[in-house]
């Protein structure tokens, strides 16, 4: 496949780079109201929701015509539990935008057969006629979505263990760590890298090795987030922190700084 160099932004903190990345998602939803969004979770993304609310409630934009696919679930977690990212949309975004109810989709992570569940979800993306704009973050082991280094760059929606180190991150949004999921369905690669545009966003020191291994590194499944560079529409926007390990900072015509 083809490598392309994705457009890399950085803005001074995690605020700046929240307010780009949801002026982007605006501006999409502006140009164009009936869009495919798909929708991350983990805490660099509520800052971005919160300013969509706040964008939704000023009047200056709806998600009425919107539908949209979550990334990925955890396996064994019901919707209502709040470790759920099903919680997590709809306190975060869904409970507070005008979004039309059955439009926002996230995989069921209690289906009882976790692979028909999958098929289920490929085919409902593909029936709505993909994904328009993909929102990413990164984790510390350059995870996107779950998918957990190692992940085939061929991989498509699908049941995965989680690494150690993505159930001790995600500790926090548990009761005790043990109580944390070990399995998760998630977008495979493949899938992700379908998507038409693709805006990852990164901030904090924790990520900056994950955004180097991606974007300097080989491109290779030990660094799940390094198969963006074979998409070419895809746009990073980090903050100081989690850009101080690139190798390169923006300086040529596809990087650029603010
Ligand atoms: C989570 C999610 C990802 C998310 C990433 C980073 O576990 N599955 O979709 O992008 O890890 O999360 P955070 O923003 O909390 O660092």
């Known amino acids: 496949m083809r490598q392309h160099a994705p457009q ?55 998600f009425r015509a919107v539908s949209s696919f979550n990334l990925d679930e955890y396996v064994g977690v019901a919707p209502q539990s709040p470790g759920s990212f099903h919680a997590y949309m709809q306190e975060h975004l869904f409970g507070h935008v005008d ?10 992570g209690m289906a009882g057969d976790i692979a028909a569940e999958a098929a289920r979800y490929e085919a409902l993306i593909a029936a709505a006629g993909g994904i328009d704009l993909l929102l990413l973050g990164i984790g510390a082991n350059g995870h996107v979505g779950f998918n957990e ?36 369905i998630t977008m495979g690669i493949a899938t992700i890298l379908e ?22 590194g080989p491109i290779a499944p030990p660094c799940p987030a390094s198969a963006l560079r074979l998409h070419d529409n895809v746009h990073i926007l980090c903050d100081e922190a989690a850009a101080a390990a690139l190798a390169n900072r923006p300086h040529n015509n596809n990087r650029r700084t603010a």
């Open 99 to 108: 979004m039309e109810a059955g439009r926002a989709r996230i995989p069921d």
């Open 195 to 216: 998507a038409r545009s693709i805006l990852l966003i990164a901030t904090g020191p924790e990520k900056a090795a994950a955004v180097a291994a991606a974007i300097d």
């Open 149 to 184: 280094p190692g992940s085939d760059f061929e991989s498509r929606t699908r049941e995965i263990r989680l690494d150690e180190a993505t159930r001790l991150a995600n500790a926090r949004n548990f009761s005790y760590p043990a109580s944390v999921p070990e399995r998760a």
């Open 8 to 62: 890399i932004e950085i803005a001074g903190n995690a605020t700046a780079v929240a307010e780009r990345a949801a002026a982007r998602v605006v501006a999409r939803l502006r140009d164009r109201h009936a869009v495919t969004l798909g929708f991350a979770t983990g805490a660099t993304m509520r800052p971005v929701y919160a300013r969509l609310v706040a964008a939704t409630r000023g009047g200056d934009v709806s």
